[in-house]
């Protein structure tokens, strides 16, 4: 049996007044998401350990059955995997947005949606005037880019831009961990020093952005509201040390993971999955569905296990557009999971497991990741179906598989 993860990043969501109390999962269009409930099993799942925020980066790790209190590094080094940067033993990798600030608050996340062309050139500019032997700004993916401090300490406090829309971001400036103000660990600086140093890069940034001669492309302008570019570097950590998964579970001997966000990216990479790159594949709602769709069909004929990884709710839900969010829903289900289920329907040589879910909900009206159960659901071509007709969040309350947590997912999945 080859077993196939579908993930909607940031799909769930809560009831929306304007929907007339439902979800967008249960509003939406869905056929193929219903179908995969409703002939297959379905249930909850609790992706977020004790103790750590409902970040994408925890979440994915904890379903895919890894322990975060030994793994978990932050986002920075996975991302600094994903793009090809080795990291050190004395590095500090952080994951590098581009965001649009205003006087006060924080406008948005990503720049203006950002090209990866676009942050190139930002990122090169930066670097050349603000990077030294200790300091690197890397070019990563859209507004998704690297700043590696050497010997910076990870015991920083750093918001994560998309979790504090319109918030003043003087306020939300980068800080030293309660205790850690002036401690070092062994060739490190403090965290003071380390939070020095990262503000006051923020702060050169500005300057340095606004006086640049950078336009963005005319078809990007209307996603960016009046206000200034600056970096928000978080998610900083050090080099991690993850198993692959072939060594934790005998049932997967290869595997693949396909994904447009650099995080996801290097989280298979540690993992041991080859990562497949689709073009077309941007972490929006243009992504190219068709495209991730026929590349996961293409590694289930050789590997074992296949991750793919659709961000475009997730970035819709932190901007707040519920048109667009159902839109992202409707095409997952329509150009992705329903060419993908027509296909390996049919192969009764080398029977398909798939698991439907999101790694936490997004929701619209928050606008930033809530740390709730999630619903999934299981189908395979023998399973016996529990008698949930429909995948949303309520619906999957009564499915058969109740209530899971973290590593509980993975070992059920792939005993299917």
Partial sequence: MKHLIILGDGMADHPVPRLGGKTLLQYADKPNMDHLACKGRTGRLITIPDGFHP?????????????????YEGRGPLEAASIGYEMQADDLAMRCNIVTLGNVGILNHHGGHLKTEEGDVLIRLLNSRLGSDDIHFLTGTQYRHLLVIRRGSK??????????????????????ESGWENRAESGRMTAQETADIINRLILQSQEILANSDFRKTEDNNSHSPAGFLSIWPWGGGYRPAMKKLSEIYPQITSGSVISAVDLIKGIGHYAGLKVIKVEGATGLADTNYEGKAQAALDALRTDDFVFLHVEASDEAGHDGDLDLKIRTIENLDKRLIGPILKEVSSWSDNPVAIALLPDHPTPVEVRTHVNEPVPFAIWSPNIKPDGVRVYDEESCVSGDYGLLRLGDFMQTFLNV
Wanted: proline share 13%.
């Fill in 155 to 176: 015991h920083v406090i750093c918001a994560p831009p998309h979790d504090h829309p319109g918030e003043p971001w003087r306020e939300l400036m980068v800080k030293p």
């Fill in 55 to 71: 970040g994408s980066e925890v979440a994915n790790t904890a379903i895919l059955g890894y322990d975060l209190n030994i793994v």
